[in-house]
């Protein structure tokens, strides 16, 4: 399965970015709408951190600690696509942000990857 994010760069404090994640190459069997899927955040010299996460149907989501009621997640399963909406950025946002598909469409908790993407990088400066 491939992953692709965009949609990253560089916005001043308070603004927002949507982030987007195009997934393609599933196994036989198996579609988009087979999976969670979330983001997972990593800035310089931290442990990767949950983000947010979707179930299959869009009908469930979740959002972590430090991005509640600024982060929102949807996806879009005609279009094979996840997005990460961030508004009020503040400079600690700042951090490779990755797409993550998990085989489980109902997660609990946070989500437990079975595959990643690659990263896009959001730049929050004061």
């Known amino acids: 399965v491939q992953l692709q994010a965009s949609g990253g760069g560089l916005v001043q404090a308070g603004g927002s970015l949507r982030l987007s994640c195009t997934a393609s190459?599933?196994?036989?069997?198996?579609?988009?709408?087979?999976?969670?899927m979330g983001w997972f955040r990593q800035a310089p010299g931290k442990e990767r951190e949950f983000v947010a996460a979707?179930?299959?149907?869009?009908?469930?989501?979740s959002t972590g600690d430090s991005v509640k009621g600024r982060f929102s997640i949807s996806r879009d399963n005609a279009k094979e696509m996840v997005f990460l909406q961030m508004n009020n950025l503040k400079p600690e946002d700042t951090a490779v942000y990755y797409c993550?598909?998990?085989?489980?469409?109902?997660?609990?908790?946070?989500?437990?990857?079975?595959?990643w993407g690659q990263g896009t990088q959001v730049t929050v400066s004061s």
């Open positions: 190459g599933f196994p036989s069997g198996f579609s988009f709408s087979s999976y969670s």
């Open positions: 993550a598909a998990d085989r489980n469409p109902y997660y609990e908790g946070t989500l437990s990857p079975t595959y």
């Open positions: 979707v179930i299959w149907s869009g009908t469930r989501s």
